[in-house]
């Protein structure tokens, strides 16, 4: 099977915004514009009473993400077959109500004077069990308000939303813990996700595009597994999401500790790290609403390596000033490779296997976290912040560099056994072919009818790199 979209376009048109004529999705889009600007003021203030309390501790920052993102390990694919078989709607009700719950328990214990960090973690964690049920449900959902069509544009607008509230949220936070500490920032935001509650609440449900649901029946979470691992072209952009993903976007662990140790700055310094990457990001979000195909492997691996070789970049700038601008980049190609590998694996994906597709791909793009933030922050207390950040880009870098070779070397086997099968047994002996064209012709055929020629005929239709023709 070819790579899907790259030789057809998806129906769509009305330019960067016109996933937005869809009514429900409006109402998603606005809500989230005002939830994310509170998660993100969340994120950046957790950032920072965890260093309080740690006493500047790299490693404890990355064991409070571990412990955020390690329940998308877990509960992330069996929330995918929740997506499958329930009303998306309702289940992001109870994910939403949940984390402003969270929310406003670890506002009141901050602002009482009362909190520690083992419960910081302890939140932290039940954040993250909602969270992993929340964002593939979210993910899925999308495509039931505007359809297969205006789907890569929600996507990039989903984007595009996200990184707006990256934008305003760090910022927003850094003047709020100046001015009034971190416990207002909880509470803050677990009032503003209840903006996400009511446009949920606000939807018509008639006209949202549901796929059937599954149903219930056995083997439902290893079916979706054999399902992608029988589509190398959903392969590819979630192995490069993992790598990103468990290396390239500690930004909450480096950037903290640039900010401080590096250049000796406070918490309004780290909010303008965090939202040069993400006016990057949303330039990048908004630079790939256009796009009407579905994303092919050079679009992903050559954005995985730009992300890579910029962020590498990013830890050598020598001044504060150098750091903040080289950032603006790497968020766009950060931006521009996340949705890319998001809309490719959405528009490949059946309808009926989305939602446990799309779990198994926040799973390797969050899940890795938990192995790549302590890590990254040890290696930062042990070497430096520079070391790590130089570290999380050339990891990223060399991923897209070797899935790249192995790709076009597999490409290039069966581009020889085309040929091979395309040309007379006769002609094969002649010494300007290449060698394993040669090689290929002279293997055996096995007898006609017998077991070996089934199995034979089996592979043949499938090329080396997986994909059915």
Not at 234 to 239: D, E, G, K
Not at 274 to 284: C, D, E, M, P, R
């Amino acid at each position: 099977m070819s790579w899907k979209g790259e030789e057809g376009r998806v129906p769509a048109t009305g330019g960067m915004f016109r996933s937005l004529r869809a009514r429900n999705y409006r109402l998603f889009a606005a809500g989230q514009v005002v939830s994310l600007t509170g998660t993100w003021m969340q994120r950046v203030a957790q950032d920072w009473l965890v260093l309080e309390l740690s006493g500047n501790s790299g490693t404890a920052v990355g064991i409070a993400l571990a412990l955020q993102f390690g329940p998308t390990l877990l509960f992330s694919l069996w929330a995918g077959v929740l997506a499958d078989r329930y009303d998306k709607r309702r289940l992001l009700l109870a994910t939403q109500g949940t984390m402003i719950g969270l929310a406003a328990v670890l506002g009141l214990l901050d602002v009482s004077g009362a909190v520690q960090l083992w419960q910081v973690y302890l939140l932290a964690a039940l954040l993250g069990v909602a969270s992993a049920v929340d964002v593939p449900v979210r993910q899925s959902f999308v495509v039931e308000m505007v359809g297969d069509g205006d789907l890569p544009n929600a996507v990039s607008l989903n984007s595009a939303t996200f990184n707006t509230a990256r934008i305003v949220g760090p910022a927003v936070a850094g003047l709020m813990i100046s001015a009034v500490g971190t416990g207002w920032v909880f509470l803050g935001n677990a009032l503003l996700t209840c903006a996400v509650i009511a446009g949920l609440l606000l939807m018509r449900p008639a006209e949202l595009l549901r796929s059937p649901p599954t149903g219930r029946s056995p083997g439902q979470l290893a079916d979706g597994l054999r399902y992608v691992r029988s589509r190398p072209d959903l392969l590819l952009p979630m192995v490069l999401v993992f790598v990103v993903g468990t290396f390239g976007m500690n930004f909450p662990v480096t950037m903290a500790l640039m900010a401080r140790e590096v250049f000796g700055r406070g918490a309004a310094a780290y909010g303008l790290l965090s939202t040069a990457i993400a006016v990057g990001s949303l330039a990048g979000a908004l630079a790939s609403s256009r796009r009407t195909t579905r994303p092919g492997a050079r679009v992903l691996l050559a954005g995985a390596f730009a992300f890579g070789a910029l962020e590498a970049l990013v830890g050598v700038m020598p001044t504060y000033p150098a750091v903040v601008a080289t950032l603006v980049p790497t968020g766009f190609a950060a931006l521009t490779f996340t949705v890319a590998a998001n809309s490719s694996v959405q528009l490949g994906s059946d309808p009926a296997y989305r939602g446990r597709v799309m779990a198994l791909y926040m799973m390797c793009f969050i899940g890795g976290t938990p192995l790549g933030a302590p890590l990254i922050g040890a290696v930062s207390d042990a070497f430096g912040a520079r070391v790590g950040v130089l570290t999380c880009g050339g990891i990223c870098a060399a991923a897209a560099v070797v899935a790249g070779a192995v790709l076009a070397r597999r490409r290039g086997l069966r581009l020889g056994r085309e040929v091979a099968g395309a040309l007379p047994r006769s002609s094969l002996a002649h010494p300007h072919l290449p060698r394993r064209v040669r090689v290929l012709r002279r293997l055996p055929r096995p007898a006609t009818g017998s077991a070996r020629s089934r199995v034979g005929a089996r592979s043949r239709r499938r090329d080396v790199s997986g994909f059915r023709r």
